[in-house]
């Protein structure tokens, strides 16, 4: 089984910082999924990555194959950003995913 | 669009009571999952299914029951064994094969009367 942490549990920051969230697993992987989940509940997909970066927006996110390690950054945050981000896993040709337990992330204006 | 639909959005089950929650995605894809979600937890895997008429259960299927009896359905019954059945349960889909894009629905608040 794959154990995968996350890092902040929690996070406040005021409008316009650099957010930084950490996800490190256990097992090499096939796949890393960085998930957004708002209040009332629906998760939406951010990033799926397997090597490198990828940026969409204010949003980067990093993978590091050999140290097992992911990161999502936020630039210039704002309000709307407030959500919990999921990171999850999925390894080899298995079809299952694993999740970490979330970073809660509150924008302040 | 293709997506996932959930329904109902709220359900309140009576104890000794049968409840089944709907997941319907038309993303043609393989792999539908069942995920409970409980405050402070991460996503734990109920049931997941790989294709038609086969299902595997997760780390907590006790007290639950699935069936998969189309591509794009895969309904969830909460059954009266589940004793602790407050939380919230999101479908999901994902391809299979390669990397697996994931996909969810908006999920399904259940309480207890």
């Known amino acids: 089984k794959n154990e995968v942490e996350q890092s902040p549990q929690n996070l406040t920051a005021q409008e316009g910082e650099f957010i930084t969230i950490n996800c490190s697993y256990s097992?090499?992987?096939?796949?890393l999924h960085w998930l957004q989940q708002h209040p009332g509940g629906g998760i939406v997909s951010l990033f799926m990555?397997?090597?490198?970066?990828k940026k969409h927006g204010r949003l980067i996110a990093t993978i590091n194959i050999q140290e097992k390690h992911s990161s999502l950054h936020i630039t210039a945050s704002h309000p709307r950003d407030s959500a919990v981000y999921i990171c999850?896993?999925?390894w080899g040709t298995g079809n299952q995913f694993y999740f970490g337990t979330g970073t809660s992330l509150t924008v302040i204006p | 669009d293709g997506g996932i639909t959930q329904s109902p959005k709220y359900l309140f089950r009576k104890e000794g009571q049968n409840v089944t929650l709907s997941c319907e995605q038309n993303?043609?894809?393989?792999?539908m999952y069942w995920y409970r979600q409980d405050p402070g937890q991460g996503l734990r895997l109920i049931y997941y299914s790989q294709i038609v008429n086969d299902f595997q259960k997760g780390d907590i299927a006790e007290g639950y029951s699935v069936s998969r009896e189309k591509k794009e359905s895969f309904p969830l019954t909460v059954t009266s064994a589940q004793k602790n059945p407050t939380a919230f349960y999101l479908c999901a889909s994902a391809t299979t094969g390669g990397v697996g894009k994931l996909f969810f629905g908006s999920g399904t608040q259940l309480s207890v009367l």
């Open positions: 097992v090499g992987i096939s796949a």
């Open positions: 993303l043609n894809h393989d792999a």
């Open positions: 990555l397997s090597s490198g970066k």
């Open positions: 999850a896993v999925r």
